[in-house]
């Protein structure tokens, strides 16, 4: 895999390794389509094998096998059938003991570069008017685990994988939370607007009856009501607070 199998490529998949182990593992290119991991100060190593181009290609006609990590005395992080694009079939067992360690006999690594880095997607013409990859046109729809995170289920593998070879390191534990965005055009009716920009939107707000904002400091509240405020019919935002309501007309 020579487009893969660069300094640079190996230094991006040693930092995925330590982000996602937390550990400073070593990846080394050998002969015979051969990569293996090892740790300094130890002698074990797991061996994995680059599949030719494979996942090189910036197409999505790649094959898929299937592979059950449960039948081989492996756990599962999400489902018991783990997709394998790239090969048709696998071999039994995919994973095995050697002299040194493990023997992964499918290309983990490949499939993390080809998926993280959007391979998939480089130089395709299939794009929709915004110049957007559809997913419906991924490999990932095609054989039916577009909403499946199939690179965190394999590293999960691996980390099993890690933790045989050296029994003894412990392996960092990741907390996953929800971060909550929105993607706002115009965060504000009024402000930000030069004052015949301003002159025009509550011109045009008055023409067509919606309610204009009156200074009051929280709409809704008892002091509001009490001053005779009434909240506007529209999202405003008034002096860096925001107030959202439905429209009623």
Request: proline share 7%; aromatic share 8%.
């Amino acid at each position: 895999m020579p487009s893969v199998s660069n300094e640079k490529s190996i230094k991006w998949l040693s930092c995925i390794l330590e982000e996602r182990f937390g550990h400073a593992f070593t990846l080394r290119s050998q002969a015979c389509n051969t990569l293996t991991i090892t740790l300094e100060g130890t002698s074990p190593r797991i061996e994995l094998p680059w599949i030719g181009n494979t996942f090189t290609r910036a197409d999505s006609n790649l094959s898929c096998a299937q592979w059950s990590p449960v039948a081989e005395g492996w756990n599962a992080a999400l489902h018991p059938v783990l997709p394998a694009p790239g090969t048709d079939t696998l071999p039994s067992p995919l994973v095995q003991p050697s002299a040194q360690g493990y023997r992964i006999h499918y290309d983990i690594l490949g499939l993390t570069y080809w998926m993280l880095s959007r391979q998939e997607e480089v130089g395709r013409t299939d794009l929709d008017n915004h110049g957007r990859f559809a997913a419906t046109s991924s490999h990932a729809y095609a054989h039916g685990y577009l909403e499946r995170p199939i690179v965190d289920e394999w590293l999960h593998i691996l980390g099993q994988i890690i933790q045989r070879t050296w029994p003894s390191l412990s392996l960092a534990r990741h907390h996953f939370s929800t971060k909550v965005s929105h993607d706002v055009d115009w965060p504000s009716r009024y402000a930000f607007r030069t004052l015949s920009g301003l002159a025009r939107a509550m011109a045009g707000d008055s023409s067509s009856g919606a309610t204009l904002p009156q200074p009051c400091a929280h709409h809704g509240s008892a002091s509001a009501a009490a001053s005779g405020c009434t909240p506007p019919t529209r999202p405003i935002l008034l002096t860096g607070s925001w107030t959202f309501q439905n429209a009623t007309g």
